[in-house]
């Protein structure tokens, strides 16, 4: 599919009303300013891409012009292909030949841009047939301003030819008959370089019938065989692929209206048939999805996407429906949709499974409750609020506080990222509080004694005088995780208490480093801070109202968290 | 849509009652029982006069707290005074006798003001603790990172409480809003077992389709107020103020035995307010009353290091 004016076509659609005045866009090249692509209406008075614009002034006065926008073209094509998504999954937009890229300045060939392909093999049926699918295709396209050539053949090289110099806007050449169609078209529409087509043109060569009727390895030789390869999979004799601008799903469902529907009642009706449809394929292969795209073509502009996923491989239409109900209202403002389309992009094995059979007292086991209920409002929260946001804890095989738990998939079985089932437990009752604070918040905490508990400290202004205390338990960080992960204060050795203060509040602190030896506060380390400490007269001495300046090596604490 | 429907019939209709449900445990008389139930569903405000008349027959009290129950109550679940397998003993006689039904009434709102950030958390858990092991369902907890984002829960405490992690769904919300949205969702879910969320500021509407929600799902709500939240009128059956509560001098601190707090009922729909020293059994999982509440601090201001 070849769009020639599309530089001009996507000015014009910004000022319909001027679309029959005469319009091209002018680039610099070698040095002088050149049109780089004209409108229909130049294109009558004589006008071409590469002519100098002082040329097309003289023979043209009227002539509006605009600066070449490449950029803002490769956009739009690249929304066009998008939007022929409605047509197959398979889009791609060709790209321009390496030589136009080496030397932007130059203007390349217009039939060498603003191509798009797109591999109708079995979608065609979809539309009533070929024909009607590049008929409809050419409206749509027509009816949104862009003159547009299609053309479908078995190779991709022939469609390319006879888009380019068919004699019709949309050709449809017959299955077999390639090379009878293809040989009253020019040598240009075989995709060659400049070189080879001059030296082509120099022996008289100009129809690509003329070309294949030549001797191949006189041709090789001559040309290259660059030449003979183009040759080759215009007529389908050698492969050509073409990557797809987005990788093709798996698994699609799509629903094209005869009207346009914006209602969101009908909308949700439709992706309820698709649901039903990707659903039953899915199941019969035993597969549920994970993670699914819907795509709303609108009858003009780039289509609309939204995705759900889902916490463990679904292929219940129902589900899957209240799943997008949340996503689809913001699609909907704007024309009405006259295609969709569903695609699986991301699905799993769903292997039926087999009840779990209650077991007394297994307060450890994975949720077994209506794990269809559950596993909806998990999904429901999920697709709202994060993925991440929707969790349960998990014990980590660590005595550090902060390591000792971790979030899972709250459906998922209790597993290591290995994929080993984890052994960790919970430890006892009462020994961890119930909220950890994080990071842990300095206090000012005054201790008689070396390890003995504070008799009361200072947290966010307030002052806590302890009733009862109890510890210390002592922890040592785990040498063998990345030291410089954490600040110095945060990776010494910890002495814990359980306070209680007078109100009967109940706290969970810490002193970091022991207590002649106080971590160093500027990152050196706590092995080298040593020497003989005085630090306890003086955090005694400075009392109840301490803000004044504290010896650097005073024990520094931390609150951590909260008992019950 | 089922949400607009349920908010349709947002005020609770004191409509027709299924005939005795409800009606039996409160001790009326049969007699009195469909003429209060058919001039409650007819007239809601000409109950004073009714209820007189059933007064004048025995004692009245309690057939006037039941119909008022029934007129305030939700429309499907027979009346505030709930049913005896709709109720969630809290193990201790005490407690559970000041209590309509004898329990915190399964698929209601209640709600907890905490004055301190771990007592608060620490009675919701214990309480989610045993409603998991009466009903074998998965909790959900909605935690709200505008109150708490700096103390989020741990793990170890709340497995502690007798509370499985591994069944606690826990989801973050950036804010009252999403949490409000995080428990309606939850609480039409059946599969859970309760929903709790914490929420800063929430008014009458909120709580309301909150009651809704339970009704629909199944499932009991819990509001956890952080300390300082102004408490404006709401729909819950319960709410409680729990506060800290100093442990007598000889015993540990944190230990297994120790979980203690001061809990208020300030508000009771079917029952009267008070107040109790409450303590937390994590083998039993059972609340008790506490012997003797510790008044005042410790006479030295400090005991010895207990380990």
């Not at chain 1, 005045?21 to 002018?26: C, H, I, K, Q, Y």
């Not at chain 1, 070698?30 to 009558?44: I, K, S």
């Not at chain 1, 916490?311 to 996503?327: G, I, M, T, V, Y």
Request: with cysteine; net charge positive; glycine share 10%.
């Amino acid at each position: 599919m070849w769009l020639p004016r599309l530089p001009t076509d996507r000015l014009a659609r910004a000022e319909p009303r001027r679309r029959s005045e005469p319009l091209a866009t002018v680039r610099a090249a070698r040095g002088r300013l050149c049109l780089a692509a004209v409108n229909g209406p130049a294109d009558a008075c004589g006008l071409f891409p590469g002519q100098p614009l002082a040329d097309a002034r003289a023979l043209l006065p009227a002539l509006r012009t605009a600066p070449d926008r490449p950029a803002a073209d490769a956009a739009l094509l690249a929304e066009l292909a998008d939007w022929c998504g409605r047509y197959s999954p398979w889009t791609s937009v060709e790209t321009p030949a390496p030589a136009d890229m080496a030397a932007p300045a130059d203007i390349p060939p217009n039939a060498a841009r603003h191509g798009i392909w797109l591999d109708v093999t079995g979608c065609a049926h979809l539309f009533g047939g070929e024909a009607a699918l590049l008929a409809d295709l050419r409206r749509r396209l027509a009816a949104m301003g862009y003159a547009v050539r299609a053309a479908l053949a078995e190779t991709p090289g022939a469609a390319w030819a006879a888009a380019r110099h068919g004699d019709r806007a949309t050709v449809l050449l017959p299955p077999g008959g390639i090379e009878a169609a293809l040989a009253p078209l020019p040598l240009a529409g075989l995709r060659l370089d400049a070189d080879a087509l001059d030296g082509l043109a120099r022996l008289g060569l100009r129809r690509i019938g003329e070309l294949a009727a030549l001797p191949r390895a006189g041709l090789a030789r001559r040309f290259g065989a660059a030449t003979v390869a183009r040759l080759d999979q215009a007529l389908g004799r050698a492969p050509e692929s073409i990557a797809p601008r987005r990788p093709v799903p798996p698994h699609r469902a799509r629903i094209a209206f005869p009207e346009p529907v914006g209602r969101p009642e009908d909308i949700a009706r439709a992706l309820h048939r698709l649901l039903e449809t990707l659903c039953a394929r899915l199941a019969a292969r035993r597969r549920g999805a994970r993670r699914l795209t819907l795509t709303l073509y609108p009858g003009d502009g780039a289509p609309r996407r939204t995705a759900i996923g889902t916490s463990r491989p679904l292929a219940d239409p129902d589900h899957l429906l209240r799943l997008f109900a949340e996503k689809l209202p913001p699609l909907l403002d704007g024309d009405g949709i006259d295609a969709m389309a569903l695609d699986a992009p991301f699905t799993e094995a769903a292997v039926p499974r087999q009840a779990a059979l209650p077991r007394a007292g297994d307060g450890e086991a994975a949720p077994a409750a209506d794990p269809a209920a559950l596993g909806l409002l998990v999904d429901r929260l999920g697709n709202r609020l994060g993925r991440d946001k929707v969790v349960r804890l998990i014990p980590r095989d660590s005595h550090w506080p902060e390591r000792a738990q971790t979030a899972a998939a709250p459906l998922a079985a209790p597993r290591k990222a290995s994929g080993r089932t984890t052994n960790a437990t919970w430890p006892a009752a009462g020994a961890r509080p119930l909220r950890l604070l994080s990071p842990p918040e300095p206090i000012e905490a005054m201790a008689p004694l070396p390890d003995q508990p504070p008799l009361l400290f200072r947290w966010r202004k307030r002052l806590h005088r302890v009733a009862r205390a109890e510890g210390p338990e002592r922890l040592a960080p785990e040498w063998w995780r990345d030291p410089a992960a954490a600040p110095p204060a945060m990776r010494a050795t910890r002495d814990y208490y359980r306070l209680e203060d007078r109100d009967g509040r109940r706290f969970w602190v810490f002193r970091a480093g022991l207590y002649d030896r106080p971590p160093a506060a500027d990152g050196t380390g706590d092995a080298n801070a040593t020497g003989e400490s005085t630090a306890t007269g003086e955090s005694n001495a400075t009392g109840e109202t301490s803000p004044a300046p504290r010896p650097a090596d005073a024990p520094r604490w931390f609150l951590h968290g909260f008992f019950a | 849509m089922p949400r607009a429907a349920s908010s349709s019939s947002l005020p609770p209709a004191a409509g027709p009652l299924p005939a005795g449900g409800g009606a039996g445990m409160t001790g009326t008389p049969p007699a009195a029982r469909p003429g209060a139930a058919h001039s409650g569903a007819a007239r809601p405000g000409a109950g004073a006069g009714a209820g007189a008349s059933v007064g004048s027959e025995r004692p009245g009290l309690a057939g006037l707290r039941a119909r008022i129950a029934r007129i305030e109550g939700g429309g499907g679940s027979g009346g505030a005074a709930p049913a005896a397998g709709r109720v969630l003993p809290l193990g201790a006689p005490e407690l559970d006798a000041a209590l309509p039904g004898g329990g915190l009434a399964l698929g209601r709102l209640h709600e907890i003001a905490a004055t301190d950030d771990g007592a608060g958390a620490g009675f919701a858990a214990a309480l989610l603790a045993r409603l998991m092991a009466a009903r074998a369902a998965p909790v959900l907890w909605c935690q709200n990172l505008s109150l708490s984002a700096n103390a989020p829960l741990y793990g170890p405490g709340f497995a502690g409480f007798g509370l499985a992690p591994a069944r606690l769904v826990l989801v973050l919300a950036r804010n009252d809003v999403e949490t409000l949205w995080v428990l309606e969702e939850a609480l039409r879910c059946p599969a859970l077992g309760a929903a709790l969320g914490e929420v800063g500021r929430c008014d009458l509407t909120a709580t309301r389709r909150l009651q809704l929600a339970a009704e629909t799902g199944g499932g009991t709500a819990f509001l956890l107020r952080p300390p300082g939240a102004a408490l404006a009128p709401t729909a819950a059956a319960t709410r409680w103020r729990v506060g800290a509560l100093p442990g007598p001098p000889a015993a540990g601190v944190g230990g297994a035995e120790d979980a203690r707090w001061r809990a208020e009922l300030l508000r009771c729909r079917g029952g009267a307010p008070d107040e109790w020293p409450m303590e937390w059994h994590h083998e039993t999982r059972r609340f008790r009353v506490a012997a003797a509440p510790a008044d005042g601090p410790a006479g030295t201001g400090r005991a010895a290091p207990a380990v």
